[in-house]
């Protein structure tokens, strides 16, 4: 990747940021389209955040990425948000527009009877994309009660613990990267399991329609997160 002058930047904001793959990802899927973009992870601590977003505003970034623990502070932010977590900013003439795709991968299935575990950002997005979403956290109702649900969205940052079990044909939404326990004991019980790598790649892509106004590289993206090393 080589950055110049003329070089449109996108960055990561987070805490930790070493071990995403969001860059490999979207470094691949500019250099599919042709585009001049880089795309850069910038570790930003909470007390930092709101000074990382005006100042990559003012310099002419194109957006960003928003990920923990930053997605509900970064939409107070915002001069405008759709959601009160986000994780996606486009930078417009030095305003701040936000919105999340963390629900993208939502698109295409079916279900009545959702249920959420987690109370974190990307679980909010979920919670609005499935308003009649039962949730459980641990800080409100606990154990996970998932034996009718048609959809488990497994939304917290838990990947060594197996927070609750699944039966045969229950779909599952695992959102950490790598697969968490949860999701392998899923997997062994015969759920349908749609792990984080998927996960990050609906989500990258419509990021990057958002900032690029250009169709994503689905398959070069999945591809560059399933080849990582």
Not at 84 to 91: A, G, I
Not at 177 to 193: C, Q
Request: proline share 7%; with cysteine.
């Amino acid at each position: 990747m080589v950055i110049s002058s003329e070089t449109r930047l996108v960055a990561l904001l987070g805490q930790p940021v070493a071990q995403s793959l969001s860059p490999r990802m979207q470094n691949a899927a500019f250099a599919a389209r042709g585009l001049d973009w880089a795309y850069v992870a910038l570790e930003v601590p909470p007390e930092w955040l709101a000074e990382a977003v005006r100042g990559l505003a003012a310099a002419g970034f194109g957006g960003a990425n928003v990920t923990a623990p930053h997605k509900l502070a970064a939409s107070q932010l915002c001069d405008e948000a759709d959601a009160e977590s986000v994780n996606t900013l486009v930078f417009d003439n030095g305003r701040v527009l936000g919105t999340s795709t963390d629900a993208a991968v939502l698109e295409g299935l079916t279900f009545d009877r959702p249920v959420i575990v987690g109370d974190g950002g990307a679980a909010r997005a979920f919670k609005a994309a499935m308003p009649n979403a039962r949730i459980f956290s641990r800080r409100g109702d606990w154990p996970p009660e998932v034996e009718d649900a048609d959809l488990v969205v497994h939304a917290t940052p838990v990947r060594d613990e197996v927070l609750f079990e699944l039966r045969e044909g229950q779909p599952l939404i695992d959102l950490p990267y790598p697969e968490s326990a949860t999701a392998l004991a899923a997997r062994t019980s015969g759920a349908t399991v749609i792990d984080g790598l998927e996960v990050l790649v609906r989500q990258g892509a419509e990021s990057f329609e958002r900032w690029t106004g250009v169709s994503a590289p689905l398959d070069v993206m999945r591809n560059a997160v399933r080849s990582a090393p």
